[in-house]
T-cell receptor, first 114, second 113 residues
């Protein structure tokens, strides 16, 4: 069973702080990694994708990937109350033919307090 | 570009009935995936279609089926509904670039009574 694990939270940070979200995955052959944000009652919205070891920055968001440790993280700098949501880690396992089958973690609920 | 659209947005059915959900992908996207989201299990992959062919299937019973049309629109069907089928059903579409991502529609909220 290919799994993606996340701390369920809730993770609570003050406004302006750095929020750190973590994810581990079991399939060592996984190639593509994604972070989605999901507001309550809404559908997941893509925030970041990362494919190579190291850091990838996009505005206030930084994704970090360590394939040797099978670990993906998302840092949110200068957290805002509007960042309060559930963050889903998704991994594309090495399924051989199709690149479009994602395995999701159960998500981490982030609350940013004003 | 318009995003992924799903219809209907809300459905209420009773046990034993069947239901059909529809998804229109982003223009130009040929891959459509379906997911079920519940509070207990999270987001789980149902199946993926490309060029009218099912390429991948998740671990769901045969009551869950789908199809894709030549215009890439997709439908999923659930027969003999059970209470546990109550969930948010999400459709996602992808283009065919090598480093690709899935873009989700708003979902269909199915309630089985």
């Amino acid at each position: 069973q290919k799994e993606v694990e996340q701390n369920s939270g809730p993770l609570s940070v003050p406004e302006g702080a750095i929020a750190s979200l973590n994810c581990t995955y079991s399939d060592r052959g996984s190639q593509s990694f994604f972070w989605y944000r999901q507001y309550s009652g809404k559908s997941p919205e893509l925030i970041m994708s990362i494919y190579s070891n190291g850091d990838k920055e996009d505005g206030r968001f930084t994704a970090q990937l360590n394939k040797a440790s099978q670990y993906v993280s998302l840092l949110i700098r200068d957290s805002q109350p509007s960042d309060s949501a559930t963050y889903l880690c998704a991994v594309n396992p090495n399924s051989g033919g199709s690149n479009y089958k994602l395995t999701f973690g159960k998500g981490t609920l982030l609350t940013v307090n004003p | 570009k318009a995003g992924v659209t799903q219809t209907p947005r809300y459905l209420i059915k009773t046990r034993g009935q069947q239901v059909t959900l529809s998804c229109s992908p982003i223009s130009g996207h040929r891959s459509v995936s379906w997911y079920q989201q519940t509070p207990g299990q999270g987001l789980q992959f149902l199946f993926e279609y490309f060029s009218e062919t099912q390429r991948n299937k998740g671990n769901f019973p045969g009551r869950f089926s789908g199809r894709q049309f030549s215009n890439s629109r997709s439908e999923m069907n659930v027969s003999t509904l059970e209470l546990g089928d109550s969930a948010l059903y999400l459709c996602a579409s992808s283009s065919m670039t090598s480093t690709d991502t899935q873009y989700f529609g708003p979902g269909t909220r199915l309630t089985v009574l």
